[in-house]
C-alpha cells in the first residue's frame, strides 16, 4: 500500500513537473534566454522589460553593438510577439513579429511596407 501510495504521488508530482514545462513553454517567457542567428554571428539575449520583453546583443563582430537594444516593445499575443526590430547602424527602426516554431528555432520577421525579410534564430544552451 506504502509503494502504490509513494507511485502515485512520484507521478503527480512528475505530471505537474511537465505541465508547469508545458506553460512556460506556451507562455511568453518561452523566449526568454540567449538566441543566435543563422551564421552564428550575434547572440541575442531576450529579458522581460515590463509586461513585454525586449533582446540585447550580446555578441557581435562589431563589439560598439555589444549591449544595443536589438529588438523592443515585444508584446506576446498567445500565438507570437510583435513589436519593433532596431538596426542601429542604419539607424532606422521596423514593425516585427516572432514565432517560436515546432522545431525550437524562433522566426524573426521584419517588415518594411509590403516588404518582408525573415531569420530563424536557434536557442544557446
Known amino acids: 500500500?506504502?509503494?502504490?501510495?509513494?507511485?502515485?504521488?512520484?507521478?503527480?508530482?512528475?505530471?505537474s513537473g511537465m505541465i508547469t514545462g508545458l506553460s512556460a513553454q506556451t507562455s511568453g517567457d518561452a523566449i526568454l534566454g540567449k538566441w543566435t542567428n543563422e551564421d552564428k554571428t550575434r547572440v541575442i539575449e531576450f529579458v522581460k522589460a515590463g509586461s513585454g520583453y525586449e533582446a540585447i546583443i550580446k555578441e557581435a563582430p562589431d563589439k560598439s553593438l555589444i549591449g544595443v537594444k536589438q529588438l523592443t516593445g515585444l508584446e506576446y499575443d498567445g500565438a507570437g510577439y510583435k513589436g519593433q526590430v532596431h538596426l542601429p547602424k542604419k539607424g532606422k527602426s521596423y514593425n516585427c513579429s516572432l514565432k517560436v516554431k515546432a522545431d525550437g528555432l524562433l522566426e524573426l520577421t521584419a517588415k518594411a511596407g509590403i516588404m518582408s525579410k525573415s531569420q530563424l534564430w536557434k536557442k544557446v544552451n
Do not use: D, Q
Open 1 to 15: 500500500m506504502k509503494k502504490t501510495i509513494k507511485a502515485v504521488v512520484l507521478m503527480l508530482i512528475s505530471i
